[in-house]
């Protein structure tokens, strides 16, 4: 069991920087150039890497109109056969290989989603450094299995799936040899609402499986990611696109390149944010102390004057004595003429 996982020599863990993928999916429209132009993109705003997904309709699904086999669950593809999305959303194997050239020749990771054992031996051939189980196949406890056995980070969303299903597969996982393992809260629905996220749940799949965990998110906006963060999420995967007018299957609850960057830099600063457990001045607080409250002398003062709340207050900045001494102070009197504005120190007071 490991609370941390490594992709190409990169930790992924709490208290190391948050890993940021950009999801292709179909948002290159069948166009390779496109493809080409989304990685570009990706990195400029900030992801770590690219992730795709490896079937085609035929692997995922089969050809039928039966009732079984027709979208109807009030979702953005209604009406449509599976297999007729997946014809159009799917990812051409033949460009997986020189997609991820072009992610590494830009210092990015890419890793893929294999629907079924046939992906995992073609990824395989590609040598990618991860693999991605969706929500949707964490119940395919043969395919889980089959990943595993290639011994590399398996990462594992689980949307919509119970307590008892996760544990189900992370221990296939382990058992079939996974040694590094991510759990990633995901609510599969597209686009997603944050009132449905629960992102508490976050820690808890850390904490129960001891495991790094991290957010899926389908949502339209970045603040999701961010909370996330906030809540120990050390990987936010986010669908990209070049632009939402350009429609696709998933162009709905993608981010645009601006998007994401802002929401690679708000994910930053949160993770930056948190820091550590502190008291007492930081860094860049030790010049404030000055202007704290402290005790001066507010009225002038003769020797022998009686001191009272009328000429000694607790007032700032912070060069007199410490305010817990007014009670010791008052009522004594002064040990010379004192000028208004003069913080008090004990020799100005008699013994």
């Not at 906030?230 to 632009?243: D, M, N, P, Q, R």
């Amino acid at each position: 069991m490991s609370s941390a996982i490594e992709i190409n020599g990169r930790v992924i863990a709490p208290g190391f920087p948050v890993y940021i993928v950009a999801e292709l999916s179909a948002n290159h429209n069948q166009s390779f150039d496109r493809a080409v132009k989304l990685i570009h993109a990706a990195k400029v705003a900030g992801a770590d890497a690219i992730k795709l997904q490896t079937y085609t309709p035929d692997t995922i699904t089969i050809a039928s109109d039966r009732e079984y086999f027709r979208i109807n669950a009030g979702t953005l593809w209604d009406g449509r056969t599976l297999h007729e999305l997946y014809a159009e959303a799917y990812t051409p194997w033949d460009w997986q290989p020189k997609l991820k050239q072009v992610a590494n020749g830009l210092g990015l990771d890419l890793f893929s989603t294999p629907f079924d054992a046939t992906a995992v031996d073609f990824l395989e051939e590609m040598n990618v450094p991860a693999y991605k189980v969706a929500s949707f196949e964490l119940v395919d406890i043969p395919l889980i299995r089959k990943i595993a056995r290639t011994g590399k980070p398996l990462i594992i969303s689980t949307g919509m799936a119970t307590l008892e299903e996760i544990q189900e597969a992370v221990t296939a996982a382990r058992e079939a040899g996974a040694a590094q393992i991510a759990l990633l809260k995901c609510t599969s629905a597209y686009p997603a609402l944050p009132d449905d996220m629960n992102l508490r749940t976050i820690p808890e799949l850390a904490n129960r499986f001891g495991v790094p965990a991290g957010l899926s998110d389908h949502t339209l906006g970045i603040a999701v990611p961010v909370a996330a963060v906030a809540l120990g999420a050390c990987f936010i995967e986010k669908h990209i696109t070049l632009s939402r007018s350009q429609k696709g299957p998933d162009s709905e609850f993608s981010l645009e390149p601006q998007e994401f960057e802002a929401m690679a830099d708000a994910v930053h600063t949160a993770e930056r944010a948190l820091g550590k457990v502190q008291f007492g001045a930081g860094i860049e607080e030790a010049n404030s102390r000055v202007f704290r409250r402290s005790l001066f002398v507010v009225q002038d003062v003769k020797q022998g004057q009686l001191l009272s709340d009328q000429n000694i207050r607790s007032i700032r900045p912070a060069h007199g004595l410490h305010t817990r001494h007014l009670p010791e102070v008052l009522g004594r009197r002064a040990s010379r003429d004192i000028e208004r504005g003069t913080p008090l120190s004990w020799n100005l007071v008699r013994k």
